[in-house]
């Protein structure tokens, strides 16, 4: 009865998901230890992948495919954040919950909603016994991840590279993939997790579309809520006040990669619609307007 029920995974994966994000939010919340956050939510997709996949056991050659890139994402990533925590010191946005167990609880929870959401793709795919033969969806799905994967990955890099260095201390980063837009690593993880989804595409049949929610999740989530606006607003308050990163700001795409020299000279209702120019990126950012002064030229 129970298999009936949760035939498609999706109240085991939940479980899971719960107790292991409860299980570093009880770290975080008695030894104020938040180092190991961001590794448990990448972790979290791998754990669950791996679990569907060995459950269901039919090994269907998408389904290991699909579980073999998320396992990647998520080793290339969590390892990268751990590292990167590690060396940098104390996560700053834990500096307001550290002290407030309410908020504390909110992000575990919030964190736990992701990985499942995000994962649903995978977790339904691993779960069916359909095997279609491969389209052409699936290859472009690959590609997909294959650019996303490859975009974020070097994003990292670069970036980390870039703080590294003492010469660039108290500066944006605007070196490699970062010229072309001003957050490249958010660019690669939407479009490599849209590359997952539409790889699924040929086994869902029915409601089992919905899984659609999980990219769609992730791609609101850094366009609205805990990814763009978070960092927009830091740079703002930051870099607000001097007029480079004014100029950067306003020849630099927010999400899709683009020449400089492109986006600058497109109209702002054509950026704001498909290119995702929005206001609240530029809430904190001062009033006054840096054309007062002559912009440099590419």
């Not at 479980?15 to 008695?30: D, N, S």
């Not at 504390?104 to 995978?122: E, H």
């Not at 003492?166 to 690669?188: A, D, I, M, Q």
């Given at each position: 009865?129970?298999?009936?029920?949760d035939?498609?995974?999706?109240?085991?994966?939940?479980?899971?998901?719960?107790?292991y994000?409860?299980?570093?939010?009880?770290?975080?919340?008695?030894?104020k230890f938040?180092?190991?956050t961001?590794?448990?939510?990448?972790?979290?997709?791998?754990?669950?992948?791996?679990l569907?996949?060995v459950?269901?056991?039919?090994?269907?050659?998408?389904?290991?495919?699909?579980?073999?890139?998320?396992?990647?994402?998520?080793?290339?990533?969590?390892?990268?954040?751990l590292?990167?925590?590690?060396q940098?010191g104390?996560?700053?946005?834990?500096?307001?919950?550290r002290q407030?167990l309410g908020?504390?609880?909110?992000?575990?929870?919030?964190?736990?909603?992701?990985?499942?959401?995000?994962?649903?793709p995978v977790?339904?795919?691993?779960?069916?016994?359909?095997?279609?033969?491969?389209?052409v969806?699936?290859?472009?799905?690959?590609?997909?991840?294959?650019i996303?994967?490859?975009?974020?990955?070097t994003?990292?890099?670069?970036?980390?590279?870039f703080?590294?260095?003492?010469?660039?201390?108290?500066?944006?980063?605007?070196v490699?993939l970062?010229?072309?837009?001003?957050?490249?690593?958010?660019?690669?993880?939407?479009?490599?997790?849209w590359?997952i989804?539409?790889?699924s595409?040929?086994v869902?049949?029915g409601?089992?579309w919905?899984v659609?929610?999980?990219?769609?999740?992730?791609?609101?989530?850094l366009?609205?809520?805990?990814g763009?606006p978070?960092l927009?607003?830091?740079?703002?308050?930051?870099?607000?006040?001097?007029?480079d990163?004014?100029?950067?700001?306003?020849?630099?795409?927010?999400?899709?990669?683009?020449?400089?020299?492109?986006y600058?000279?497109?109209?702002?209702?054509?950026?704001?619609?498909?290119?995702?120019?929005?206001?609240l990126?530029?809430r904190?950012?001062?009033?006054?307007?840096?054309l007062?002064?002559?912009?440099k030229?590419?």
């Amino acid at each position: 009865m129970a298999k009936v029920l949760d035939s498609h995974f999706l109240a085991i994966t939940a479980i899971v998901t719960l107790c292991y994000q409860l299980t570093f939010f009880v770290i975080t919340a008695l030894f104020k230890f938040d180092k190991v956050t961001d590794f448990a939510g990448s972790t979290n997709f791998i754990i669950l992948a791996v679990l569907t996949l060995v459950i269901r056991g039919s090994w269907h050659f998408r389904q290991v495919v699909l579980t073999v890139l998320v396992v990647l994402w998520g080793l290339r990533l969590g390892l990268f954040l751990l590292m990167r925590i590690l060396q940098w010191g104390e996560d700053r946005r834990f500096d307001e919950m550290r002290q407030n167990l309410g908020k504390l609880v909110v992000f575990w929870v919030f964190q736990a909603v992701w990985v499942w959401t995000v994962s649903l793709p995978v977790t339904v795919v691993n779960a069916s016994f359909r095997e279609p033969s491969l389209h052409v969806v699936d290859i472009i799905g690959w590609i997909m991840w294959s650019i996303g994967f490859s975009v974020e990955a070097t994003a990292d890099q670069q970036k980390l590279a870039f703080k590294n260095s003492p010469e660039n201390r108290g500066k944006w980063c605007n070196v490699g993939l970062w010229k072309y837009t001003r957050h490249p690593n958010y660019f690669g993880e939407i479009f490599l997790w849209w590359g997952i989804f539409l790889s699924s595409t040929p086994v869902l049949k029915g409601a089992e579309w919905l899984v659609i929610f999980g990219p769609i999740f992730l791609t609101l989530l850094l366009l609205l809520v805990s990814g763009i606006p978070l960092l927009e607003d830091s740079a703002d308050k930051k870099y607000g006040n001097t007029d480079d990163y004014r100029h950067y700001k306003k020849v630099t795409s927010p999400l899709i990669p683009l020449p400089p020299a492109v986006y600058r000279r497109l109209p702002l209702l054509v950026k704001q619609i498909f290119l995702f120019e929005l206001p609240l990126y530029s809430r904190n950012l001062p009033k006054e307007s840096f054309l007062m002064k002559p912009m440099k030229k590419e």
